[in-house]
């Protein structure tokens, strides 16, 4: 692991973050817990984006990608937010059909 | 069963992830950012960045965030507000004073956008805070966030920067590749309309849409 120059801290939590988002996307069954934990991994890409190499000053590309980044998740999440609300009005369960707890 | 073997192979793809890290010592494209940013118009690289450099990545986004919001509206998943407390003197009070400060400094940080942290991004989401605010306070607002209008607003920022981009294509340069004497006061134009429009969206997206009616 020698030639590591960035803080390793940040990728190394951000990787964290994101796989801790991951597990739980595929083992909650409830589509909010899905939502929640989609976001959760989202953010770790972000820490590990937003990284400033050599405590210079941060890669005005990387803030954009991730100021994009962050713009574009919140959107999503409310429209999926606004899904999960229809779903659970027509089929009165906050989940899909094949769920592992049952 | 399935959840621990899920949650160990996490783990392990974790550690591989880690153990697979490139060294890091790519310079990124800062140093290019600051060699071009004297003609990109403005003084902050992120903004000189976001619109101008990379506009069309920019204005990709903005079209997302329109098609989410029009698609939330489509689904009229929106649930009632509570109703208003009975007696809310603070609010009362508070709520309009605090308009045009917050207002204010949305102003700001569009103006801000053009040299220093800011732009339309950030003023966008103030101005979204400040409509939530309007709207959980039970004010009634004269224009809802689903009215024509409020649509509108929301969908004139992509369309104002599409109608940059085409102009300049029009003009026969690239598109998005603004003339060098109208570059800032076109980012600033687009700022406004962008700022606006990701206010009404956001808070839009936030009260989900519409109500079933």
Do not use: C
């Not at chain 2, 101005?127 to 709207?135: I, Q, R, S």
């Amino acid at each position: 692991m020698t030639g590591v120059e960035v803080p390793l801290i940040y990728v190394v939590t951000g990787i964290f973050i994101f796989m801790r988002g991951l597990y739980a996307l595929f083992a909650r069954p409830h589509l909010l817990h899905k939502l929640v934990a989609g976001n959760l991994a989202a953010s770790g890409v972000f820490l590990v984006i937003a990284w400033s190499p050599q405590g210079g000053p941060p890669d005005p590309v990387a803030q954009a990608l991730v100021l994009t980044g962050i713009v574009v998740s919140v959107a999503i999440t409310a429209y999926a937010a606004a899904l999960l609300v229809r779903l659970e009005q027509t089929s009165g369960k906050p989940y899909l059909e094949h769920d592992p707890d049952k | 069963m399935i959840k621990m073997l899920m949650g160990l192979l996490t783990i392990a793809a974790g550690i591989w992830l880690v153990l697979q890290l490139p060294a890091f010592s790519a310079p990124g494209l800062g140093a290019q950012v600051s060699a071009q940013l004297a003609s990109s118009g403005v003084q902050s690289p992120v903004t000189a960045v976001l619109l101008n450099f990379r506009a069309l990545d920019t204005l990709y986004e903005v079209a997302v965030l329109a098609l989410a919001a029009n698609a939330t509206l489509s689904l009229k998943s929106a649930t009632a507000l509570p109703e208003a407390a009975e007696s809310a003197a603070m609010l009362d009070w508070l709520v309009p004073r605090l308009l045009p400060v917050v207002l204010l400094f949305a102003g700001y940080l569009w103006w801000a956008g053009s040299s220093r942290p800011g732009g339309a991004f950030q003023a966008g989401t103030t101005v979204a805070g400040l409509l939530l605010l309007l709207v959980l306070n039970q004010r009634q607002l004269s224009l809802p966030l689903d009215s024509r209008i409020a649509r509108a607003v929301a969908m004139a920022g992509p369309l104002w920067f599409l109608v940059v981009g085409s102009a300049t294509a029009l003009a026969g340069r690239a598109f998005l590749d603004y003339p060098d004497a109208w570059t800032k006061a076109l980012i600033l134009s687009v700022e406004a309309f962008l700022t606006a429009a990701i206010g009404v969206t956001l808070a839009l997206l936030a009260t989900g849409g519409r109500q079933e009616s």
